[in-house]
Nanobody, 126 residues
């Protein structure tokens, strides 16, 4: 199981970025994919999740209306479209996954995720 996050960069406040998480070793159908971030001096937090099995999504309150999570099953990729970016969105963004059929805590709890990709840095300048 591998996850590869990409798409980070430097953007001015109000700008947009689209992050991609390409997975290999499994298909998206029965897995929860989550985007997490960790800002300087902060704990890792769940930003958005997509559960393909239950057909549900989750968004952190502070990103609702600005971020959109989506998936392309053919490409085994999950996207995070980030609009109206703010300096407080600056962080390293990670994608992670867990089997949706496993009981217990799930995304957006970072401790619930089984596999993590390397992060991609998003920097929003004011």
């Amino acid at each position: 199981v591998q996850l590869q996050a990409s798409g980070g960069g430097l953007v001015q406040a109000g700008g947009s970025l689209r992050l991609s998480c390409t997975v290999s070793g499994f298909t998206l159908d029965n897995y929860v994919i989550g985007w997490f971030r960790q800002g300087p001096g902060k704990e890792r937090e769940g930003v958005s999740c997509i559960d393909n099995r239950r057909r549900t999504t989750y968004y952190l309150d502070s990103v609702k209306g600005r971020f959109t999570i989506s998936r392309d099953n053919d490409k085994n990729t999950v996207f995070l479209q980030m609009n109206s970016l703010k300096p407080e969105d600056t962080a390293v963004y990670f994608c992670a996954t867990r089997n949706a059929r496993r009981v217990g805590s799930t995304c957006p709890d970072p401790a619930s995720m089984d596999y993590w990709g390397k992060g991609t840095l998003v920097t929003v300048s004011s």
